[in-house]
């Protein structure tokens, strides 16, 4: 009898790359806790890819892992700078390249874990040339920020790019900035540039496995939202940016500030809201990523997406058949 056997399966005979894993998803979609439990199996370490877990003293409204879970399954690329200092896109496609090839040298499976698409799409895809910054226009456009307002150089940058228009939050001034300096320099919008990727940068130097973990009711994800919401607030978050704006080198513009819960906290402890209202705007806030998260994993064509919460055999069925007598544990 004749077995028939897939292009898919002939390309993963020959493919002789390292074997890694990205466990992908929303936030609060279960991904630490599944990483983790494979990463404890297979006696290997998780890569984060969250571009909040890079900073120190972001623990609480970042749902840092805790002792526990970093001692069952060691985290990289956690902790790595200060909430003040820089840490690029690009700095972490460089690094988590390094800590990948570091696990692969001791035999281990890496597992990348996380829920920033731009810092995946940046390992795994490649970053494109991007014109470098020019001083001198950089300064126009701040003095434009201060005399127009973001909105404005928003609603420009969306006319120009709506592809960036409707990736890049109308309140990230940073990012905005970014795609406007690219278009002045270049004439190119940015997401032009980006779309370009690994183009001539070879293939990826590891062979991986997407998964993808998304509970299929939304409003089952939307409850987990809301419920690790009220678990930050009860260990003490508030008191968490409360030190951190206490820092003279922390403000409100940085990167890490602008996080997801962190920026609604800082607004509220500024005034902004009462308790209520600013619960009501931290869950909001939180949903609208998960969206956007969502949004982005709909575009990884050669992902495998699971519910972690029905369909967890399947998931470790998946990585089983991928990581073959590794995965046998």
Do not use: C
Not at 175 to 201: D, K, M, N
């Amino acid at each position: 009898m004749q077995t028939l056997i897939s292009a898919a399966d002939v390309d993963a005979r020959t493919d002789l790359r390292p074997l890694a894993v990205a466990v992908m998803g929303p936030t609060a979609s279960g991904k630490t806790a599944f990483a983790a439990d494979w990463a404890e199996r297979l006696g290997t370490a998780i890569v984060s890819v969250d571009s909040a877990l890079v900073y120190r003293r972001l623990n609480i409204g970042s749902a840092k892992p805790d002792a526990e879970t970093l001692r069952r399954a060691p985290h990289r690329l956690i902790d790595v700078r200060d909430p003040h200092e820089p840490f690029s896109v690009a700095d972490f496609a460089r690094d988590a390249l390094v800590e990948m090839r570091d696990l692969a040298a001791q035999g281990k499976v890496p597992i990348l874990a996380g829920g920033t698409g731009l810092y995946f799409k940046a390992l795994l895809e490649g970053l494109s040339e991007l014109p470098e910054s020019h001083a001198p226009t950089r300064a126009q456009l701040q003095r434009e920020l201060e005399e127009r307002g973001l909105a404005a150089l928003h609603a420009e940058m969306a006319q120009i790019d709506p592809a960036a228009g409707a990736r890049i939050h109308a309140t990230d001034p940073q990012r905005t900035l970014r795609a406007l300096e690219v278009f002045r320099l270049s004439g190119t919008p940015i997401s032009v540039w980006q779309a370009r990727g690994r183009e001539g940068a070879g293939a990826f130097p590891f062979r991986v496995l997407k998964l993808v973990l998304a509970p299929a009711e939304r409003s089952v994800l939307h409850a987990r939202i809301e419920l690790r919401f009220q678990q930050m607030l009860q260990q003490g978050f508030l008191d968490e940016v409360r030190q951190l704006r206490a820092d003279p080198r922390i403000h409100a513009d940085l990167p890490a500030m602008r996080a997801v819960g962190y920026r609604q906290a800082w607004q509220h402890l500024e005034g902004a809201s009462n308790e209520e209202a600013f619960f009501e705007q931290g869950v909001a806030a939180t949903r609208h990523l998960a969206k956007r998260q969502l949004t982005w994993l709909r575009s990884q064509n050669d992902a495998r997406w699971f519910d972690p919460l029905t369909q967890r055999a399947l998931l470790d069925q998946a990585m089983r058949v991928f990581l073959g007598r590794q995965g046998a544990v």
